[in-house]
Structure formats: C-alpha cells, structure tokens
C-alpha cells in the first residue's frame, strides 16, 4: 500500500533540482530542432505526488534512447550526451526506488541523487 505521507523536502528538493534540468534539456532540444529559440515555462512543481517526479525522470530516459535510436545526432559527443541522460534517467530511478525502501539511509541516498543530478549536462 502507498503511503500517504507528504514526501521528504530533502527528497523533493533534490528531484526539482532534476525537473529543473530537465527542462532546460527539453528546450534546448526544442530550440535546436525548430531553428530558433523556443521558450516555454518550467512545470510548476508545487504539490506535485512523487509519482509525477517518476514519470518525469522515466519521460527522460525514454527521449534519450529515441534521440540515440533516430541517430543523426551529428556527432560522437552528441551521442554521447544522450548515453549520459539515459543512465541518469535509470540511476535516479534505481536510488529513487532504494529511498522509498524501509532501512535505507536516506542522507546518503539523497547525496547520491544530488551529485548525480547536479553533475549532468
């Protein structure tokens, strides 16, 4: 049974962090196919349930293995980009399900999740 309990700021903190990032991702990639510069506004994260935070980071890792699988990327770094996002989107995942586990130390779990998100591109 799911519980109920608002999430840790700890944990939410972190995952805006990701959301954060994530965004800028999708713009940029928004920019570059279109040609021209493509602005829209970053989700509003307030009262988000942690089954949104998956479904974003899981979003991620599906666009990064489209991106890999239409290739064209124009380049080894490009490619490699992409190969980079779609570990993190599994890694976030994989520490997000550790941290939901009963008996985890959730400080070193969140450490993790916050060096894994702020050392990305």
């Known amino acids: 049974m799911a519980s109920t309990a608002p999430p840790d700021p700890k944990l939410i ?20 196919d279109l040609g021209e510069p493509v602005s829209f506004p970053a989700p509003d994260t ?3 349930p942690l ?14 293995r489209c991106m890999l699988l239409q290739g064209g990327l124009g ?4 490619e490699q980009k992409w190969r980079d996002r779609g570990e993190l ?3 976030l995942r994989e520490l997000l399900d550790m941290y939901k586990e009963e008996g985890q130390d ?7 999740m916050r060096d894994l ?3 990305t591109r």
């Not at 089954?51 to 990064?64: D, F, K, P, Q, S």
């Not at 380049?75 to 490009?78: F, I, L, P, Q, R």
């Open 106 to 112: 959730k400080e070193s779990i969140l450490e993790e």
């Open 89 to 91: 989107a599994m890694s």
């Open 51 to 64: 089954h949104n935070y998956v479904e974003a980071i899981r979003n991620l890792g599906t666009l990064a």
């Open 75 to 78: 380049s080894t770094a490009a």
């Open 46 to 48: 307030t009262d988000w």
């Open 117 to 119: 998100v702020v050392g």
């Open 13 to 32: 903190q972190v995952l805006n962090l990701f959301i954060a990032k994530y965004h800028h991702i999708l713009v940029t990639k928004a920019s570059h």
